[in-house]
């Protein structure tokens, strides 16, 4: 099992920044892809980033390829989300997932979700 956390997650003005944090604890983090993904109120949980258990390999979905950055601290058991330049339309509720084999935009593929996180961008 992997038990996922996320933090970070707050009230910011269009245009602000915020940075998101995922701890992770339970098995060892390095051997774990792990990807971003947000839902909003209504809507279908979409993929947003994925980084390879290294950390060598980062993914991106189009609508915020050159606004968010994800990375990780493998010493620190943590993976990062980055959100620059936010957009009312990015506020939503932010998860994390975790998977040993997979490294996909499918939330499907992903075993394991932390909670998630709110993200409210204000106009």
């Known amino acids: 099992q992997v038990q996922l956390v996320e933090s970070g997650g707050g009230l910011v003005q269009a245009g602000g920044s915020l940075k998101l944090s995922c701890a992770a604890s339970?098995?060892?983090?390095?051997?774990?892809?792990m990807a971003w993904f947000r839902r909003a109120l209504g809507k279908e949980r979409d993929f947003l980033a994925a980084?390879?258990?290294?950390?060598?390999?980062?993914y991106y979905a189009d609508s915020v390829k050159g606004r968010f950055t994800i990375s990780r601290d493998n010493a620190k058991n943590t993976v990062y989300l980055q959100m620059n330049s936010l957009k009312p339309e990015d506020t939503a509720v932010y998860y994390c997932?975790?998977?040993?084999?997979?490294?996909?935009?499918?939330?499907?593929?992903?075993?394991?979700w932390g909670q998630g996180t709110q993200v409210t961008v204000s106009s």
């Open positions: 997932a975790a998977d040993r084999t997979f490294i996909t935009r499918s939330e499907g593929d992903y075993d394991y």
């Open positions: 980084i390879n258990w290294s950390g060598g390999s980062t």
């Open positions: 339970g098995r060892p983090f390095s051997n774990y892809n």
